[in-house]
């Protein structure tokens, strides 16, 4: 990494824990599985989309065992609002059985014990390892992709994997499970895919998208 880009992530770095200091996720669960099955939902609609549809999944079925047994059909009608319900509700269904036949419930601890679980991957084993142990992890969703690339940490723009190795080596490992939720926020409030605020952003001086859409 340049001394530049090393720079800037010290700015930006500093911004992140002033802006967004209490972030925290807002999805709603009583319990280690109901996290990780509410991970598994939120791909591709808003964490609320989520706590309207566990509402009623969790009623009906808070733990594996239950979940494990339900007929697919119900499942899906519990989380046809958080959209592509089909697949969630299959990937929810087999989760479930695999933690009921083959770890008698227990969730595993690592992220390469966790994406062998059927609908989770190495982002949603990230997320629920920085909220239930508070492990050093970073998940890269396309909020982070977008943010790190426009601003020029990672030369990789599709590509989560290296992303997440160059943001390691750019940010203190004490902020690591704290970065994704600030990038997300910060994609959300001002690097908007459709629609970046570049003129209301601090880091305009020193972004690669900034003076690629303006030269």
Not at 74 to 99: A, C, M, P, Q, R
Not at 154 to 170: G, H, M, N, V
Not at 174 to 199: E, H
Request: aromatic residues 12%.
């Amino acid at each position: 990494m340049s001394n530049e880009i090393n720079i800037l992530a010290v700015r930006f770095h500093k911004f992140l824990r002033k802006e967004y200091a209490d972030i925290k996720t807002i999805l709603k669960f009583k319990s280690r599985f109901q996290l990780l099955v509410s991970i598994v939902l939120s791909a591709q609609t808003t964490d609320e989309n989520v706590n309207k549809a566990t509402k009623g999944l969790f009623r009906k079925y808070p733990n594996a065992k239950l979940l494990s047994s339900a007929k697919l059909k119900d499942i899906e009608k519990l989380v046809f609002s958080t959209g592509f319900y089909k697949v969630k509700s299959k990937n929810i269904h087999s989760l479930s059985k695999v933690l009921v036949e083959q770890y008698n419930t227990r969730i595993p601890k690592t992220i390469e014990e966790l994406v062998k679980l059927p609908g989770v991957g190495r982002k949603t084993a990230s997320v629920y390892l920085a909220e239930t142990f508070d492990q050093p992890t970073i998940a890269v969703d396309t909020h982070v992709l977008r943010v790190s690339h426009r601003l020029g940490f990672t030369s990789k723009r599709y590509d989560p994997i290296q992303t997440e190795i160059e943001l390691k080596q750019l940010f203190p490992k004490t902020f690591w499970r704290y970065l994704s939720m600030s990038f997300v926020q910060f994609g959300r409030d001002i690097c908007n895919a459709k629609k970046p605020q570049c003129n209301v952003c601090h880091f305009s001086d020193s972004c690669k998208y900034y003076f690629s859409v303006n030269n």
